[in-house]
């Protein structure tokens, strides 16, 4: 997607703060956090939300799951974090490339809002 600012991120074009990376996904912090730490994690292909999911994206909708503890560990949260997808606009989806909300740093309530 030549418009996504995420994609643009993914490979380089827009600056951000990366503390992850590899060759399926990139963590990068929030420029607009709601916690002491606020991580984004994203696949490098591009998906618009978790409603556009493939069965061919299983694996690597997967291996997000397991990649975002290791950068909630690398980057000391510790075991303490709140993952969050959003779907939609209507559900606080700003920007219509999937990512996960790695956050923590401080008690988490629930409900969440």
């Known amino acids: 997607m030549t418009d ?3 994609c643009k991120i993914a490979v380089g ?7 992850y990376e590899d060759d399926d996904l990139v963590a990068f912090r929030d420029i607009a956090p709601v916690a ?11 998906i618009v939300g ?12 997967g291996r997000m799951m397991r990649i975002a503890g290791k950068v909630a560990a690398d980057n ?7 993952l969050v997808l959003s779907n939609g606009a209507d559900a606080g989806q700003l920007v219509f490339h999937i990512h996960m909300h790695i956050i923590g740093g401080r ?6 809002g």
């Open 36 to 46: 002491p730490q606020h991580i984004l994690l994203i696949p490098r292909k591009h």
């Open 13 to 19: 074009q827009i600056p951000a703060e990366i503390v």
């Open 4 to 6: 996504c600012l995420f």
């Open 50 to 61: 978790p409603s556009s999911i493939a069965e061919e994206d299983d694996q690597l909708i």
């Open 107 to 112: 008690p988490l309530h629930w409900p969440p």
């Open 76 to 82: 000391g949260i510790g075991n303490a974090f709140r």
